[in-house]
Structure formats: C-alpha cells, structure tokens
C-alpha cells in the first residue's frame, strides 16, 4: 500500500496525540514492569490477615518507674528519621506517651487507681479497622492494606490535613517546617525515607520491616515484652492468647472505628 | 463586554491600584510561606486548620447567597429582583474564587492540587466540595455573562440559559451543604458532629450572603447612575432579619442540646469560646472576647432588623448589615472552625492565634476577591447604565 504524504502525516500526528511514538513511552514500560517485581514480598516478609498490637500497660509503667524508659520511642525515632522538633506545636510524633486520663479522655474518672493515675501509657496510630482518615482523604494518599495497616504516601499527600481533623485519636502529624533541616544527617537511616515540609505522616507499623521479616522497631526494642504484636485473625497468635486471657480497653471505642491497639491493664 | 472593564474614573483605576498593592504585599507573605512551609502560621498539631480554612468555610456560604436573589426572581418572578440578579451572581463569583484560593493557601504541598482529579475519591466530601464549588463558578460566570450580554443587546436570554438557571439554585444549597459535610461527618469533634451544621452553615449563608449585597447595593447606588431599587433592597433587608433569626435560633437549639444533657463533649467547645477552660491551673480563653462580640453584635443587628423604622432607614440598615456581616463571619468562622479543634483529642488545650504572615495572605486572597467583584461590577453597571440611556 502507498503511503502519500498526508496520510503518513496524518497517521504520524494521531500516533503521537495516542503518545504511540514517543520514545519515552518505549523505554518506560520495561523497567516499569521491573519496578513491580521488586515490590513483591519476598520468602521472609511477616504476613498476617489482620495486624493488631497489645500494650501491656502494666509491664510498660513498672519499667517507665523503674528508669523512665522510652527505649521504644526512641528505637521509632530512630528507624524512621523523626526530628527532634523545637516547638512542640509543630512536633511529629508515631508513638509517644500521655497522660492515663489524657490516653483515655472521657473513659476514665478522678478516683482512679494511683498506678494509673497521671501515668504515661503509649499511644500511636490505632490503624483502624473503619479508619476516618481514610475515608475524608481526597487522593488516597492514606490508604488501609489488605493486612490492616493504615499507611501514608508522602508523595501524594497534597498536606490539606483532612485526615488530621478526622482522626479521633490526634494520631497524625503535618510537617510544618522542614523536616530534613532537623535531623542529624549522620545518624539519618537510608533505609527509610525522609519526609518533605507540608506532607502528613503517622506510625505506619513499620510496615517496611515487616516486608524484611523483622518485627516493628518499638516491639523489637522492648525488652519487657509489654509490647505485643501479631495477626488478630490467628486464634493462634500471641495478641490473640493475651486478649483472650486478660481485660483489655481501646481508646474511644464508640466511635466506631474499631481501634487495634489494644490496652491491657 | 469586558470592555467595560478598561475604561472607568479614576476612582476605579485607584481602587483596583489599591487593590492590586495589597495583593502585592500578601502574596510576599505568600512566597515566603511556599519557600519556609505551613510553620509561618499560628497552627498546630492540635489545631491543624485555621484562618484560611474559616475563611474558606465563611465565604462558601457568601457564594451560596446568589440563590436568595435568583430564586425569587426566577422562580416566583418577583421582578423587582430582575435588576439586582446579575449583582448576586456577580459576587458569587469572587466569592467562590476566594473559596478556591484559600484552600490552595492552605495546602502544604500546593503544586499537588491536581492529585485531587487525578486520583478521584468519591468517600472523600473534599472531592465533591471541588466538584460542586467548580460547577457553581462556572454557573455563575456563564448564567452571569449570558443574561448581561442579552441585556445590553435588548434580546431575550437564550433559551439554554434557562435550565441552567435552574440548576444553579438546588446547586447553591448543595454547595454549601457539601461544605457542612465536610465537617459534620467526623468522629470526635462534637461541636461539629452535629446533624443541624448543614442547615446553620445555610441559614448564616443565607444572612451574611444578602447583607453583604445590601452594603454593594448601596455602594453601587451612590457611586454609579445605575439604581438596584429602594424596595428591592428592604426586600433583601427582610430576607436577612429571617435567616439572621434562624441562624441564631439554630446556635441556641445546640446550646441546649449541650448544656441541658450535660454531656461533655456536646459542652466543651462552646465553654472553650465563650467563657473558657481550665487544665493544670491554665486557663485558656483567647476566643471569649471574639465570641462575645459576635454575640452582642448578632443582638444588635436582630434588634435593628425586626423594628420596621431601623429596618426602613437606610443608615440603620447599613449598621444592622455590617453587624450581621461580622457576626456571622466570627462565629462561623473562627467559632466553629478553631472550636472545633478545642479541647484536642487527648482532652487538652492547645490555642490557636493567626501569624501577621497568615492575615497578610488572607488578605491577599480577600484583595483578589475585592478586584475580581470590582471587574465584574463595573461591567455590569456600566451595561446597566447604558441600556438605561
């Protein structure tokens, strides 16, 4: 078949509107293809159906008495690159501690037990199982996995902070500055992305970690095991042995979020 | 038409002068803002939303207020509001242009904004927020444009305009409806979660919307040759003295919900802005002075607006609509949004204070409103005034 003039031009100018002939598409496919291998869990990863964890309150404010520990606090500082913010309004925090009456506001009462009262009990995203920041976020930029880990994508936030306002458990932060400019670039961790100003972040499980077969950092850390963490969805599992076997309480349960951060006491 | 636009006194080319100076000035704070992040304002981690989210909040209702114009011309052919439709939909447009821009102020990651469309979240009330404030523009631009345009021909509209028309009314009431659902539907924060916000948000739209048209109206009178009408403005007048009553009726229903069941959270927020709270000895009470202004200014513009002699009085008018106009921009704007955030969610306090960046950037977005609502006016007196001679 001839081919004049026009028609190649024709043929040539829909191609390019289709983006057909760039070079560009071409060369992007391979890798791209490459790209979702390597995101595929590898043998080791830790999986589960439903991830949960157990804060074993009285373990974790023996050890606190004993030396003001917050060796998971610190471990979690550490592997995600948190800077040490001056102003505490613009703090970012995954997990830190609070006030028993503050942890559980309106579920408590001033005549309570003095091991309790006033004392630090840990607090972190409760990767709800109806989760609200999910459902107000404009771009999915915060997400809930298959295994029930609320995550963030620091790429696609586009910091409007919807999922702050509906949070019920102040769990997320925003980068009101520049976070790089805080941190010790010595002891920053490759291996975990820094954050830019104007994006929101929040305790991610470490999921990265997981995908490695390690346990999150802030279980790993605590050598008092009062940290607890495992597959809700496993009768098996040791969250599931505790919960089983002790009282436990979740932080605004009648909101309905279903929190899996459990607190036992 | 936009002609119309290039050529005025020289109070028209100062004013926009003006204007475009304080523009200027803001969107320097603006820069540096973009160059330092979100830390430059008076937000927090506790309260992560602020002056321009009130604003933007405040001004949807602005925009929604077209409708209170459009409907009883269009739908009840109440023609003394024929003369005065174009200058309701002329502030709409402003009005949810500064909607837009004071949410783009507000984001952290600006040059993001696209994500919006090129990840559609139908769950999100902030996506439809976008769909609905886009279509409203575009209405009102277009509706606007069209009818002023056959005006000055001495033609009928055409007939596509008039489904249009239409739909922009339940689209008014939607947009500011979205607006409430933004907040209503959060768990947690009690002052907001409350199924009433849709109808109040409408109700001090409904009022602050006309008033501020009450004030343009006789701005425009007294400084062009085009006349809106002495009864079509008593008319408005009327309209805000019913949506002013509701607003405030709508606000005392949830202080009774509050403070006759006693629960906490239903109290805690409106004892924060009007009388304060205690922790650890503090007390922190930064928005009583505001609220209670907004309180006394909301009595005075009722008491102004139900005597029929201060409601007749052109002087007076002006006063109870500038009082309703101010009091319903703090308590809908700094009340409910900075209120919400407090107490936080761990029962604490932490205040909220706008930076002098962060009012420099809200006025920039306010100037911009001011010169797109002095283009647009001034196209359409002139219009006015020459199918008139």
Known sequence: MAVNRRDFLRISGLGTLLGLGSMATQELLPPG???????????????????????????????????GCRDCVLACNRVHNIPALPDPKHEVKWIWQERYE??????????A???????????LCNHCDKPPCVRVCPTQATFKRDDGIVMMDFHRCIGCRYCMAACPYGSRSFNFVDPRKHLDSAATDPKFPTRMKGVVEKCNFCAERLAEGLMPACVEVCKEKALIFGDLEDPGSEVRKVLRSRYSIRRKPELGTHPEIFYVV | MIEKAIVGSRRYYGGLAALLALIGVGFLCYLWQLREGLGITGMSR???????????TFFVGVAASAVMVVL????????????????????????????????????????????????????????WDMVSLSGYLLLNIVIGWITLDCERKGIAPPRWVKPLIYLSIPWAVSIHTVTAFLYAGLPGRHLWLTAILA???????????????????LIVRKWTRFDPGKEAIQTLAKIVTYTMLLNVFFLLLEVFTGFYSQIPGHMHSF?????????????YGGLIPWMWSSAALAVVAIALLLNPATRRNERTLVVAALAVFASTWIDKGMGLVVG??????????????????????????????????TVLYKIAVSVKEEVAA
């Open chain 1, 113 to 123: 037990e003095d091991a309790l009262r006033g004392k630090p009990f840990l607090v």
């Open chain 2, 271 to 283: 004892t924060y802005l009007f009388a304060g709270l205690k922790e650890h000895g503090h007390f």
């Open chain 1, 33 to 67: 293809k490459a790209l979702a291998q390597q995101y595929l869990p590898d043998g080791k990863a830790l999986k589960a159906k439903r991830w949960a964890m157990v804060v074993d309150a009285r373990k974790c404010l023996e050890k606190v008495e004993q030396d």
């Open chain 2, 340 to 373: 919400g955030f407090i107490p936080n969610m761990f029962d604490t306090v932490t205040e909220y204070t706008p930076t002098l960046l962060e009012v420099g950037i809200t006025l920039m977005v306010w100037g911009i409103g001011a010169t797109v609502l």
């Open chain 1, 102 to 111: 503050n942890t559980f506001a309106g579920q408590n009462h001033e005549y």
């Open chain 2, 199 to 217: 109808a109040r948000f409408l109700a001090s739209a409904f009022c602050a919307g006309p008033s501020l048209l009450i004030l343009l109206c």
């Open chain 2, 46 to 56: 506790d309260v992560s939303w602020g002056l321009y989210i009130a604003q933007f």
């Open chain 2, 72 to 127: 009883p011309y269009y739908l009840h052919n109440y023609k003394l509001f024929g003369k005065i439709t174009i200058l309701g939909e002329f502030l709409a447009v402003p009005a949810v242009l500064m909607c837009m821009l004071f949410i783009v102020v507000d984001m952290g990651q600006p040059m993001r904004v696209m994500n919006v469309i090129l990840h559609p979240t139908p769950n999100s009330m902030m996506f």
